[in-house]
């Protein structure tokens, strides 16, 4: 048996590794061993990781007996509140900190299920309501592991952190306004975020955020992701939405070549006129030159009509109500306390809102997503998918946007930045990053594409040829010495 490098672990995608495994080339602790390496090179700078428990890893892999397609690699799930019965969490928050779970949660036993070797979690913005991942629970804020000055995006940014310094190959992540995409972007690796019922939420939660909230997994390969909604994709018993079909195996059509040239509708501007950086403009530039040169068609087209800054108060009502029903569930069990010393400003802001919010401004909230989940399904009926930049800026600077605005400004800043994606949350389609770009500092900048609801098989499918075109896998940060 080889002992695998450190850098000949990072360059694998989690496939190859789970060949690597099936061929008996190395084993599951030595799998773990290197993960629990590199996070520990990366973290005094990256502060990705929480309630890491390195016995735990080695145990979990010490016992592992290969099963799904990934058979026994090491594996992250976010802080985002999944629960699960080995690993504590804190959902970003000081409040919930050292919480944990009797139970697993349906998707963490799939994960399992899956091959994966959860061993510890992934760094989150406080209650996963920022793009940024800067929460005060950890002592200091998460970095981009391609300049640590900036940040890896949010909520899901230790996620994609840990994922694009080469720690995992795949990690969970969780998006309710664009919280996969975000970091995927920041990051430069591959972020899916599925069609809305299409993974379990439960057994303890139906939905999260209003219906805009869904999970899946940051990879750096398409075929990775592909992999893992094969082993986490499908309803389950007596959630409230109903899951969209899907193939017997996304990763078997990957390489299936469409029957027609794929039609594509190209946004270059925003709502209200809300500025895109020129980066973010030569990504969407340079995917279109590699659309076109696999044979599909690229057309500029109209935004569809959305008030966006009535979409965004929308947004913050929701998010603001879900903080009290949080808090407040907690504040219950400890009648005598004060959360004002354990929440962030803008989340305690956002937690006075909601115990004032009118169930009529609430409901017409959800009511305007409704809106916009036909609108846009009507809009994309006249193409096969949508493609825009992700994000309007390339990753911000550490600090840029802060948790110590109030609420509603705070999320205002955040809906200039993250313009085309939480829309998309409203809706319930799926849509990507696909990391096809790099600015003049060498920081990722990805471009976004959008399919039909229930369209993942497809999505991925395009998603492969790009890849296939335009690879990314191979770019990987230095390991701090």
């Given at each position: 048996?080889?002992?695998?490098?450190?850098?000949?672990?990072r360059?694998?995608?989690?496939?190859?590794?789970?060949?690597?495994?099936?061929?008996?080339?190395?084993?599951?602790?030595?799998?773990m061993?290197?993960?629990?390496?590199?996070?520990?090179?990366?973290?005094?700078m990256?502060?990705?990781?929480?309630?890491?428990?390195p016995?735990?890893?080695?145990?979990?892999?010490r016992?592992?007996?290969?099963?799904?397609?990934?058979?026994?690699?090491?594996?992250?799930?976010?802080?985002?509140?999944?629960?699960?019965?080995?690993?504590?969490?804190?959902?970003?928050?000081?409040?919930?900190?050292?919480?944990?779970?009797?139970?697993?949660?349906?998707?963490t036993?799939?994960?399992?299920?899956?091959?994966?070797?959860?061993?510890?979690?992934?760094?989150?913005?406080?209650?996963?309501?920022?793009?940024?991942?800067?929460?005060?629970?950890?002592?200091?804020?998460?970095?981009?592991?391609?300049?640590?000055?900036?940040?890896?995006?949010?909520?899901?940014?230790?996620?994609?952190?840990?994922?694009?310094?080469?720690?995992?190959?795949v990690?969970?992540?969780?998006?309710?306004?664009?919280?996969?995409?975000?970091?995927?972007?920041?990051?430069?690796?591959?972020?899916?975020?599925?069609?809305?019922?299409?993974?379990?939420?439960?057994?303890?939660?139906?939905?999260?955020?209003?219906?805009l909230?869904?999970d899946?997994?940051?990879?750096?390969?398409?075929?990775?992701?592909?992999?893992?909604?094969?082993?986490?994709?499908?309803?389950?018993?007596?959630?409230?939405?109903?899951?969209?079909?899907?193939?017997?195996?996304?990763?078997?059509?990957?390489?299936?070549?469409?029957?027609?040239?794929?039609?594509?509708?190209?946004?270059?501007?925003?709502?209200?006129?809300?500025?895109?950086a020129?980066?973010?403009?030569?990504?969407?530039?340079?995917?279109?030159?590699?659309?076109?040169?696999?044979?599909?068609e690229?057309?500029?087209?109209?935004?569809p009509?959305?008030?966006?800054?009535?979409?965004?108060?929308?947004?913050?009502?929701?998010?603001?109500?879900?903080?009290a029903?949080?808090?407040?569930?907690v504040?219950?069990?400890?009648?005598?306390?004060?959360?004002?010393?354990?929440?962030?400003?803008?989340?305690?802001?956002?937690?006075?809102?909601?115990?004032?919010?009118?169930?009529?401004?609430?409901?017409?909230?959800?009511?305007?997503?409704?809106?916009?989940?036909?609108?846009?399904?009507?809009?994309?009926?006249?193409?096969?998918?949508?493609?825009?930049?992700?994000?309007?800026?390339?990753?911000l600077?550490?600090?840029?946007?802060?948790?110590?605005?109030?609420?509603?400004?705070?999320?205002?800043?955040?809906?200039?930045?993250?313009?085309?994606?939480?829309?998309?949350?409203?809706?319930?389609?799926?849509?990507?990053?696909i990391p096809?770009?790099?600015?003049?500092?060498?920081?990722?900048?990805?471009?976004?594409?959008?399919?039909?609801?229930?369209?993942?098989?497809?999505?991925?499918?395009?998603s492969?040829?790009?890849?296939?075109?335009?690879?990314?896998?191979?770019?990987?940060?230095?390991?701090p010495?």
């Open positions: 048996m080889n002992v695998i490098n450190l850098e000949e672990y360059s694998l995608d989690g496939l190859v590794l789970a060949d690597r495994l099936a061929k008996g080339e190395v084993s599951p602790v030595e799998l061993q290197a993960a629990l390496e590199i996070g520990a090179r990366f973290e005094p990256l502060n990705a990781l929480c309630y890491i428990d016995e735990l890893g080695l145990s979990l892999a016992a592992a007996n290969r099963k799904g397609p990934f058979g026994a690699i090491p594996f992250l799930l976010k802080d985002s509140g999944l629960a699960s019965r080995t690993l504590k969490g804190s959902v970003g928050s000081r409040l919930f900190e050292g919480s944990g779970s009797a139970i697993d949660a349906t998707l036993s799939r994960f399992v299920e899956a091959g994966f070797l959860p061993y510890g979690r992934t760094t989150v913005p406080e209650f996963c309501m920022a793009p940024t991942t800067e929460a005060a629970v950890y002592g200091g804020p998460t970095r981009n592991p391609w300049d640590f000055e900036r940040s890896p995006g949010g909520s899901s940014g230790g996620a994609a952190a840990a994922v694009a310094a080469g720690i995992v190959p990690a969970h992540g969780s998006d309710g306004g664009g919280s996969i995409r975000i970091p995927a972007a920041c990051c430069g690796v591959y972020g899916l975020k599925p069609s809305r019922g299409l993974v379990p939420y439960g057994p303890l939660r139906g939905e999260g955020w209003a219906g909230a869904v899946g997994v940051i990879s750096r390969s398409v075929r990775d992701t592909a992999a893992a909604m094969d082993s986490i994709a499908g309803m389950e018993r007596g959630q409230p939405y109903a899951a969209p079909g899907r193939p017997d195996s996304y990763l078997a059509l990957l390489d299936r070549a469409f029957n027609r040239p794929m039609r594509i509708a190209r946004w270059t501007k925003a709502w209200d006129d809300i500025p895109i020129a980066e973010c403009i030569a990504a969407l530039d340079k995917a279109t030159k590699t659309l076109s040169s696999l044979g599909h690229v057309i500029d087209a109209d935004l009509e959305i008030k966006y800054a009535s979409f965004i108060e929308a947004i913050i009502d929701v998010m603001a109500t879900n903080v029903v949080t808090v407040g569930g504040l219950r069990s400890r009648p005598d306390g004060d959360p004002r010393d354990l929440l962030e400003p803008a989340i305690h802001d956002a937690y006075q809102m909601g115990r004032t919010m009118p169930a009529e401004r609430y409901a017409l909230a959800v009511t305007r997503f409704h809106g916009i989940g036909r609108t846009l399904e009507n809009y994309i009926a006249g193409f096969d998918f949508i493609l825009t930049p992700t994000l309007t800026k390339p990753p600077r550490l600090g840029e946007l802060s948790m110590s605005d109030d609420f509603r400004s705070f999320r205002r800043k955040a809906g200039l930045y993250t313009t085309f994606l939480a829309i998309i949350n409203a809706s319930g389609q799926p849509a990507a990053n096809l770009h790099r600015d003049a500092a060498g920081m990722p900048i990805g471009v976004q594409l959008i399919a039909p609801f229930g369209g993942e098989a497809d999505l991925m499918r395009l492969a040829q790009i890849e296939s075109e335009a690879p990314w896998g191979h770019l990987l940060p230095p390991i010495i």
